[in-house]
């Protein structure tokens, strides 16, 4: 089941500051490898498939925050150092200095932006909505009033679709339950967080589904640095930017959600 990311327990950030390792934080010089070249210390909960994961048998961390941190250092001159760190810890792990930066899927938002500062955006999330590809009369999720809709349970996506008027809502196990009863007729429509939608359809190569647009929420994933690290946070922004415009940063999306962004 994709996670649901919850808040940063910011409340032990005391006891790990007194655990610090040198990085790209404030005013210190980037760590260096036994090569001699500069390192990205990099923090992520790596159980976030698509986005960072560890498939069995291979030692490389996988996903798309993973590909695109390795081009942002690529771009930065920076060779990358992934640890995989849980989730809650991840703010604390920034703050101590054992990592330069977080890239897990997190979300921008104000109580965040207290203990760190982002990156421009990289990610839009949210909730969207699949329809068989010759559906013609659902465009929008006020075309779901009075529908069946299939939802993964225990999600964001059963709770927001529950308070569509008139909806029958099927609460079903996994995402590839959704779909199934999809495109057997059972229901008008899927909703579920986007990233878990684009994936199962690229990597599944369904057909006869079509996802749209129109996202139920929205949130954007950023990149994380230590508060007040601006030099860092202007570095990573300039390097996002020149994969976007040389289209390095549609490859990698691609390759984990399909051409459709």
């Not at 250092?73 to 200095?97: C, R, T, W």
């Not at 429509?189 to 006869?208: C, E, F, L, M, W």
């Not at 860092?232 to 390097?239: D, G, H, R, S």
Request: proline share 2%; hydrophobic share 40%; net charge negative.
């Amino acid at each position: 089941m994709f996670k649901m990311k919850k808040l940063l327990l910011v409340g032990v950030l005391c006891l790990a500051a007194a655990i610090g390792l040198s990085g790209c934080g404030g005013n210190q010089e980037a760590a260096t490898s036994s090569s001699g070249g500069k390192v990205l210390k990099v923090g992520a909960s790596v159980d976030f498939a698509p986005f960072e994961f560890q498939d069995e048998g291979q030692s490389e961390y996988q996903g798309f925050d993973m590909d695109l941190i390795r081009a942002i250092g690529k771009e930065m001159g920076y060779e990358v150092e992934i640890s995989n760190i849980g989730f809650d810890g991840l703010i604390p792990a920034l703050q101590a200095k054992n990592v330069d930066v977080l890239i897990s899927g997190v979300t921008i938002n104000d109580e965040r932006k207290q203990n760190v500062d982002f990156s421009d955006p990289y990610y839009e999330s949210g909730l969207t909505m699949v329809v068989r590809e010759d559906e013609q009369n659902i465009k929008t999720f006020a075309d779901l009033k009075g529908k069946k809709i299939a939802v993964q349970i225990g999600t964001t996506s059963a709770k927001e679709a529950k308070k569509i008027e008139g909806a029958e809502v099927k609460e079903l196990n996994t995402p590839a339950d959704c779909f199934m009863e999809l495109k057997n007729g059972g229901v008008d429509a899927v909703v579920n967080d986007r990233p878990v939608n684009d994936y199962y359809i690229h990597k599944s190569g369904q057909t006869g589904v079509k996802t749209l647009p129109e996202r139920l929420t929205s949130e954007d994933y950023g990149i994380a640095v230590a508060k007040g690290n601006k030099e860092l946070a202007e570095k990573i922004n300039a390097a996002l930017k020149k994969l976007k415009e040389n289209g390095e940063y549609d490859k990698i999306f691609a390759k984990w959600f399909g051409a459709q962004k």
